[in-house]
C-alpha cells in the first residue's frame, strides 16, 4: 500500500508540475501577443501628424473672425475671412494654358513649389517645409480642401494655435498646403509639417488644384527631397 501511494502521489505531482509549465508557457504567449499588438498599435499604426491636436479626426471648414492666434509665444491677428469676396477678380491659373495633366512638386533642398498642367509649369514659388516637424516625402494626392480652418498643437513654448488659416489642402492625413499669415520667412522651414505660402500664392494654387470627385481622385501630389533640372523627383525614404 505504501509504493502505491507514493506512486500516486508521484503521479499527482508530475501533473502539477506539467500543468504548471502548460499555464506558464499560454501566458507567456498570451503576454507576447498583447505587447506585439500593443506596440504596433502605438508605434506603427498610428498616423503621424502635423497638427498634433486636430490629425485627421476633426479637421473641419471654420471661419472665426473674432479670435486671436498664438504662435511662438505670440499673440498673431489672423486676416478677416469674406466668403462673399471671394470670387471677386479671381484669375485661375492655367486659364490660358492647354489642357493636360495637373501635377504639384514640392522640392524640399530649395524650398520651392511646381505647378504643372501637362509639360507647362505655371507656378514656381517659395514656400515653408517642416523645422518643427519633417514633411513627409512620397507621392500623393489632395484629399479635401477648406477654405479655412484652425490649426493648433505643440506643447509648452512650441505650442500654436491659429484659427482662419487659409486655402488649405490636405494630402496626406493632416499635412497640407495652406497660407501662413504668422511669418514671412519663405524658402526657409517653417511648419511642423504642412507645406507653407504666402496667402496670395496658395489662394492661387487652391483655385487651381481639385480635389477628389466621385472615382476620380485630387491633384496629384510629389514631394521630393530634390527635384533635378530634368524634373527627375528624388525621394529618400518615401513613406508610400
Known amino acids: 500500500m505504501a509504493k502505491k501511494s507514493h506512486r500516486q502521489k508521484t503521479n499527482k505531482s508530475r501533473k502539477k508540475t506539467i500543468g504548471y509549465h502548460l499555464r506558464v508557457y499560454f501566458l507567456s504567449i498570451f503576454a507576447g501577443v498583447a505587447v506585439f499588438i500593443a506596440g504596433n498599435y502605438f508605434f506603427n499604426s498610428q498616423p503621424i501628424c502635423a497638427n498634433s491636436k486636430t490629425c485627421t479626426t476633426d479637421l473641419s471648414f471654420s471661419i472665426d473672425n473674432d479670435a486671436t492666434g498664438i ?4 499673440t498673431i491677428i489672423p486676416p478677416k475671412i469674406n466668403l462673399a469676396l471671394d470670387n471677386s477678380n479671381l484669375s485661375i491659373l492655367g ?6 495633366e495637373k501635377h504639384i512638386y514640392v522640392d524640399l533642398s530649395n524650398q520651392t513649389i511646381y505647378a504643372f498642367q501637362g509639360k507647362t509649369q505655371i507656378m514656381k514659388t517659395l514656400i515653408s517645409s517642416g523645422k518643427w516637424g519633417k514633411t513627409p516625402v512620397g ?3 489632395i484629399w479635401t480642401k477648406l477654405r479655412s480652418t484652425r490649426m493648433a498643437g505643440g506643447v509648452g513654448a512650441d505650442a500654436y494655435s491659429l484659427p482662419n488659416v487659409p486655402y488649405v489642402m490636405y494630402f496626406f492625413h493632416d499635412f497640407g498646403f495652406h ?4 511669418h514671412n520667412n519663405f524658402g526657409h522651414p517653417m511648419s511642423h509639417g504642412c507645406v507653407n505660402m504666402r496667402i496670395v500664392d ?12 466621385g472615382s476620380q481622385k485630387g ?6 527631397n530634390s527635384l533635378t533640372e530634368d524634373g527627375n523627383c528624388v525621394q529618400k525614404n518615401p513613406v508610400n
Open 139 to 141: 507621392n500623393f494626392n
Open 219 to 224: 491633384t496629384p501630389v510629389s514631394v521630393c
Open 95 to 100: 486659364a490660358d494654358t492647354p489642357s493636360g
Open 202 to 213: 496658395a489662394r492661387d494654387l487652391f483655385n487651381w488644384a481639385d480635389g477628389p470627385s
Open 71 to 74: 504662435f511662438q509665444g505670440r
Open 179 to 182: 497660407g501662413a499669415y504668422w
